[in-house]
């Protein structure tokens, strides 16, 4: 049981470069979502999806695209890097139950910076 | 605007002693708080939660206070250790209104001094 796992952990891009994001769950869980923290912002999220085949923006969605094409998976996309994209970006999941004490599970992050 | 905020950016507290991490938040429509551990160069772990029905809950070395009145809450460690040391993300979602979502505080970042 791997949790939340996320590829690549690092990557360096050029302005305008292109790259995904890979998220992977093994939990079943229907909730995913990513977000960004940088210095003194904390946690922002970016995108998130309710189930496979939905997608929501978050706080701060401009410049990136997702989806969930299957359940255990969430992408993340980049089309034209820009340097302000540069951050720690977190994958997270968390199952639904009745119970509201339903948490997220965060994946290890991956720092991505655009030069 | 910042809906939780967590107004420490640091604070360094000797082993062996309590460590009161604090947040407040701005939405009243929050019902739902939990606190998040961060180490460096890994995902933020769950810690511990408090409902709004409540004013207290405790985990051991963790407790976390509410005041809803105040719309503040507090996250104590005792004793605190060196292994405590990391970044404290304070969290909060409206169960009712995007039960899905929530909204992150900057986060404290807590150094156990040996």
């Known amino acids: 049981n791997a949790g939340v796992t996320q590829t690549p952990k690092f990557r360096v891009l050029k302005t305008g470069q292109s790259m995904t994001l890979l998220c992977a769950q093994d939990?079943?869980?229907?909730?995913m979502y990513w977000y960004r923290q940088d210095p003194g912002m904390g946690l922002r999220l970016i995108h998130y999806s309710v189930g496979e085949g939905t997608t929501a923006k978050g706080e701060v969605p401009d410049g990136y695209n997702v989806s969930r094409l299957k359940k255990q998976n969430f992408l993340l996309g980049l089309e034209s890097a820009a340097p302000s994209q540069t951050s720690v970006y977190f994958c997270?999941?968390?199952?639904?139950?009745?119970?509201?004490?339903?948490?997220?599970?965060f994946g290890p992050g991956t720092r991505l910076t655009v030069l | 605007d910042q809906q939780v905020k967590q107004n420490s950016p640091s604070l360094s507290v000797q082993e062996g002693r309590i460590s009161i991490l604090n947040c407040d938040y701005t939405n009243s429509m929050f019902d739902y708080f939990l606190w998040y551990k961060k180490y460096p160069a890994e995902g933020p772990t769950f810690l511990i939660s408090i409902s709004s029905i409540k004013d207290k809950n405790e985990d051991g070395r963790f407790t976390v206070f509410l005041n809803k009145s105040a719309k503040h809450l507090s996250l104590h460690i005792v004793p605190s250790q060196p292994g405590d040391s990391a970044v404290y993300f304070c969290?909060?979602?409206?169960?009712?209104?995007?039960?899905?979502?929530?909204?992150f505080g900057t986060g404290t970042r807590l150094t156990i001094i040996p």
């Open positions: 997270a999941s968390r199952g639904v139950t009745a119970s509201k004490e339903d948490t997220q599970y």
């Open positions: 969290a909060a979602r409206a169960t009712n209104f995007g039960n899905e979502k929530l909204t």
């Open positions: 939990m079943n869980h229907e909730y």
